[in-house]
Protein backbone atom coordinates (compact mmCIF):
# COMPACT_ATOMS: atom_id res chain seq x y z
CA UNK A 1 0.00 0.00 0.00
CA UNK A 2 1.25 3.22 -0.67
CA UNK A 3 0.01 6.90 -0.79
CA UNK A 4 0.72 9.89 -3.51
CA UNK A 5 1.46 12.88 -1.40
CA UNK A 6 2.00 16.46 -3.46
CA UNK A 7 4.70 18.43 -3.07
CA UNK A 8 5.02 21.88 -4.11
CA UNK A 9 5.85 20.86 -7.61
CA UNK A 10 5.98 16.95 -7.82
CA UNK A 11 4.31 13.80 -6.01
CA UNK A 12 6.25 11.84 -3.99
CA UNK A 13 5.14 8.01 -3.43
CA UNK A 14 5.48 7.18 0.71
CA UNK A 15 4.95 3.70 1.56
CA UNK A 16 2.93 3.10 4.48
CA UNK A 17 4.35 0.47 6.47
CA UNK A 18 2.68 -2.00 7.97
CA UNK A 19 4.90 -4.79 10.07
CA UNK A 20 7.19 -3.48 12.68
CA UNK A 21 10.17 -4.13 10.52
CA UNK A 22 8.60 -1.53 8.39
CA UNK A 23 7.90 1.09 10.25
CA UNK A 24 11.43 0.55 12.41
CA UNK A 25 12.91 1.69 9.07
CA UNK A 26 11.70 4.88 8.91
CA UNK A 27 12.90 5.49 12.57
CA UNK A 28 15.97 7.37 13.94
CA UNK A 29 16.42 6.28 16.96
CA UNK A 30 16.98 9.22 19.21
CA UNK A 31 19.51 9.43 22.52
CA UNK A 32 20.38 13.04 23.17
CA UNK A 33 19.90 13.05 27.02
CA UNK A 34 22.96 15.30 28.22
CA UNK A 35 23.65 12.96 30.96
CA UNK A 36 23.80 9.74 28.52
CA UNK A 37 26.74 7.27 29.55
CA UNK A 38 28.92 4.78 27.20
CA UNK A 39 26.86 2.37 28.42
CA UNK A 40 23.51 4.15 27.14
CA UNK A 41 25.01 4.72 23.75
CA UNK A 42 25.91 0.70 23.31
CA UNK A 43 22.71 -0.03 24.46
CA UNK A 44 21.03 2.22 21.98
CA UNK A 45 23.26 0.90 19.43
CA UNK A 46 22.45 -2.72 19.76
CA UNK A 47 18.57 -1.82 20.02
CA UNK A 48 19.08 -0.12 16.15
CA UNK A 49 20.59 -3.48 14.99
CA UNK A 50 18.29 -5.48 16.81
CA UNK A 51 15.25 -3.63 15.09
CA UNK A 52 17.00 -2.16 12.19
CA UNK A 53 16.14 1.03 12.90
CA UNK A 54 17.21 3.86 10.03
CA UNK A 55 19.58 5.25 12.54
CA UNK A 56 20.49 6.00 15.55
CA UNK A 57 20.64 10.09 16.58
CA UNK A 58 23.37 10.72 19.19
CA UNK A 59 25.52 13.81 19.87
CA UNK A 60 28.96 14.56 18.48
CA UNK A 61 30.84 13.74 21.43
CA UNK A 62 29.47 9.85 21.06
CA UNK A 63 29.61 9.24 17.40
CA UNK A 64 33.33 7.37 17.78
CA UNK A 65 31.72 4.88 20.08
CA UNK A 66 28.68 3.79 17.60
CA UNK A 67 30.70 4.16 14.72
CA UNK A 68 32.45 1.74 16.15
CA UNK A 69 29.71 -1.03 17.24
CA UNK A 70 27.29 -0.37 14.01
CA UNK A 71 30.36 -0.88 11.63
CA UNK A 72 29.25 -3.39 9.05
CA UNK A 73 25.68 -3.16 9.78
CA UNK A 74 22.86 -0.93 7.70
CA UNK A 75 22.69 1.66 10.85
CA UNK A 76 23.68 4.65 9.76
CA UNK A 77 24.81 7.45 12.26
CA UNK A 78 22.97 10.69 12.88
CA UNK A 79 24.72 13.61 15.01
CA UNK A 80 23.02 16.83 15.86
CA UNK A 81 24.92 20.09 15.06
CA UNK A 82 24.40 23.27 17.02
CA UNK A 83 21.87 21.19 19.49
CA UNK A 84 19.74 22.36 20.91
CA UNK A 85 19.34 25.67 20.51
CA UNK A 86 21.11 26.56 16.82
CA UNK A 87 22.55 29.94 18.10
CA UNK A 88 26.28 28.66 17.53
CA UNK A 89 28.25 30.68 14.96
CA UNK A 90 28.19 29.65 11.77
CA UNK A 91 31.90 28.59 11.49
CA UNK A 92 31.44 26.61 14.19
CA UNK A 93 28.25 24.57 13.17
CA UNK A 94 30.37 23.43 10.03
CA UNK A 95 33.08 22.64 12.14
CA UNK A 96 31.19 20.66 14.66
CA UNK A 97 29.69 19.06 11.51
CA UNK A 98 32.91 18.02 9.48
CA UNK A 99 34.30 16.61 12.54
CA UNK A 100 31.28 14.60 13.56
CA UNK A 101 31.77 13.02 9.42
CA UNK A 102 34.87 12.60 9.88
CA UNK A 103 34.53 10.49 12.99
CA UNK A 104 31.35 8.34 11.39
CA UNK A 105 28.49 10.19 11.19
CA UNK A 106 26.83 9.56 7.86
CA UNK A 107 23.98 12.50 8.74
CA UNK A 108 23.92 15.56 10.39
CA UNK A 109 20.64 17.24 12.17
CA UNK A 110 21.25 20.97 12.25
CA UNK A 111 19.30 23.07 14.24
CA UNK A 112 18.45 26.63 12.39
CA UNK A 113 19.14 29.99 13.49
CA UNK A 114 15.89 30.65 14.89
CA UNK A 115 16.29 33.82 15.94
CA UNK A 116 17.79 34.96 12.67
CA UNK A 117 15.10 33.62 11.01
CA UNK A 118 12.78 35.58 13.25
CA UNK A 119 14.68 38.49 12.10
CA UNK A 120 13.66 37.91 8.52
CA UNK A 121 17.96 37.46 8.33
CA UNK A 122 17.12 35.08 5.52
CA UNK A 123 20.91 35.88 3.93
CA UNK A 124 22.41 34.39 6.90
CA UNK A 125 20.29 31.79 7.81
CA UNK A 126 20.98 30.58 4.34
CA UNK A 127 24.28 30.59 4.95
CA UNK A 128 24.52 29.20 8.13
CA UNK A 129 22.93 26.06 6.58
CA UNK A 130 24.74 26.23 3.22
CA UNK A 131 28.14 26.06 5.36
CA UNK A 132 27.05 23.37 7.30
CA UNK A 133 25.90 21.34 4.00
CA UNK A 134 29.50 22.08 2.26
CA UNK A 135 31.32 20.46 5.11
CA UNK A 136 29.56 17.42 4.71
CA UNK A 137 29.05 16.87 1.76
CA UNK A 138 32.52 17.28 1.22
CA UNK A 139 33.33 14.72 3.56
CA UNK A 140 31.19 12.18 1.90
CA UNK A 141 28.63 13.29 -1.00
CA UNK A 142 26.32 11.05 -0.06
CA UNK A 143 26.50 12.28 3.24
CA UNK A 144 22.98 13.62 4.77
CA UNK A 145 21.79 17.57 5.91
CA UNK A 146 18.83 17.26 7.74
CA UNK A 147 18.07 21.18 9.47
CA UNK A 148 15.62 21.04 12.57
CA UNK A 149 13.29 23.85 12.09
CA UNK A 150 12.03 23.80 15.88
CA UNK A 151 8.48 24.78 14.16
CA UNK A 152 7.27 25.41 17.75
CA UNK A 153 8.58 29.04 17.56
CA UNK A 154 7.58 29.97 14.31
CA UNK A 155 4.57 30.93 12.44
CA UNK A 156 2.98 29.13 9.16
CA UNK A 157 4.49 31.54 7.40
CA UNK A 158 7.78 31.41 8.51
CA UNK A 159 7.57 27.77 8.40
CA UNK A 160 6.92 27.91 4.77
CA UNK A 161 9.76 30.47 4.27
CA UNK A 162 12.36 28.48 6.02
CA UNK A 163 11.78 25.14 3.87
CA UNK A 164 12.61 27.43 0.88
CA UNK A 165 15.52 28.73 2.39
CA UNK A 166 16.63 24.97 4.01
CA UNK A 167 16.01 23.98 -0.31
CA UNK A 168 18.23 26.73 -1.54
CA UNK A 169 20.75 26.23 1.00
CA UNK A 170 21.05 22.11 -0.57
CA UNK A 171 19.95 20.63 2.28
CA UNK A 172 18.24 16.95 2.20
CA UNK A 173 15.66 17.16 4.53
CA UNK A 174 13.49 19.41 6.75
CA UNK A 175 13.08 18.16 10.75
CA UNK A 176 10.43 20.01 12.80
CA UNK A 177 11.71 19.94 16.29
CA UNK A 178 14.83 19.07 18.72
CA UNK A 179 11.97 17.94 21.25
CA UNK A 180 13.10 20.19 24.22
CA UNK A 181 10.68 23.22 22.83
CA UNK A 182 7.44 23.75 24.13
CA UNK A 183 6.39 21.12 21.78
CA UNK A 184 7.22 18.68 19.39
CA UNK A 185 6.03 17.78 15.99
CA UNK A 186 2.38 18.15 14.17
CA UNK A 187 0.38 17.23 11.33
CA UNK A 188 -0.42 20.55 10.57
CA UNK A 189 3.55 21.41 10.49
CA UNK A 190 4.51 18.66 8.35
CA UNK A 191 1.51 19.73 5.63
CA UNK A 192 2.69 22.91 5.42
CA UNK A 193 6.35 21.69 5.18
CA UNK A 194 5.37 19.10 2.21
CA UNK A 195 3.54 21.85 0.48
CA UNK A 196 6.44 24.41 0.99
CA UNK A 197 9.64 22.35 -1.02
CA UNK A 198 10.27 19.44 -2.40
CA UNK A 199 12.85 17.77 0.27
CA UNK A 200 12.12 15.25 2.41
CA UNK A 201 10.77 15.22 5.91
CA UNK A 202 11.30 14.13 9.23
CA UNK A 203 8.92 14.49 11.77
CA UNK A 204 10.25 14.55 15.58
CA UNK A 205 9.14 15.73 19.05
CA UNK A 206 6.38 13.86 21.22
CA UNK A 207 6.30 10.55 19.11
CA UNK A 208 5.66 7.88 21.50
CA UNK A 209 3.08 5.04 19.25
CA UNK A 210 2.87 3.54 15.90
CA UNK A 211 -0.36 5.86 15.73
CA UNK A 212 1.86 8.99 15.87
CA UNK A 213 4.26 7.70 13.60
CA UNK A 214 2.09 6.66 10.93
CA UNK A 215 -0.29 9.66 11.16
CA UNK A 216 3.13 11.88 10.38
CA UNK A 217 3.78 9.20 7.50
CA UNK A 218 0.44 9.69 6.24
CA UNK A 219 1.18 13.40 5.35
CA UNK A 220 4.10 13.03 4.14
CA UNK A 221 7.38 12.58 6.90
CA UNK A 222 9.35 9.73 5.96
CA UNK A 223 11.50 9.56 8.93
CA UNK A 224 10.51 9.63 12.78
CA UNK A 225 12.76 10.75 15.05
CA UNK A 226 11.89 9.27 18.96
CA UNK A 227 13.55 7.87 21.99
CA UNK A 228 10.61 6.29 22.72
CA UNK A 229 11.52 3.76 19.13
CA UNK A 230 11.03 0.30 20.69
CA UNK A 231 7.38 1.75 22.63
CA UNK A 232 6.29 3.09 18.96
CA UNK A 233 7.04 -0.50 17.13
CA UNK A 234 6.47 -2.83 19.79
CA UNK A 235 2.95 -1.13 21.81
CA UNK A 236 0.46 -1.38 19.02
CA UNK A 237 0.40 -3.69 16.29
CA UNK A 238 1.32 -2.12 13.27
CA UNK A 239 -0.80 -2.69 10.72
CA UNK A 240 -3.75 -1.97 13.05
CA UNK A 241 -2.89 1.31 13.69
CA UNK A 242 -2.18 2.05 10.16
CA UNK A 243 -5.55 1.50 9.51
CA UNK A 244 -7.12 4.34 11.87
CA UNK A 245 -6.35 6.90 8.86
Known amino acids: ??????????????????????????IDHTLLKPEATKK???????????????????????????????????????AVVGFPFGTN??????????????????EIDMVLNVGA???????????DIRGVVRAVKGENKKNIVKVILETCYLTKAEIARAC????????????????LGPRGASIEDIKIMRKSCN??????????????ALAMI??????????KSIDVISGKRVRKASKDY
Not at 2 to 19: A, D, F, Q
Request: contains cysteine.
Open 164 to 179: KIVQAAGADFVKTSTG
Open 199 to 212: LKIKAAGGIRTAKE
Open 40 to 78: DIRRICQEAKKFEFASVCIHPCRVKLAANILKGTSVKIC
Open 1 to 26: MGLWVEGRSELMKISIPKTKRELASF
Open 218 to 227: RVGAIRIGCS
Open 117 to 127: MKDKDYVNVKK
Open 89 to 106: GEKSKAYEAKVACQDGAE
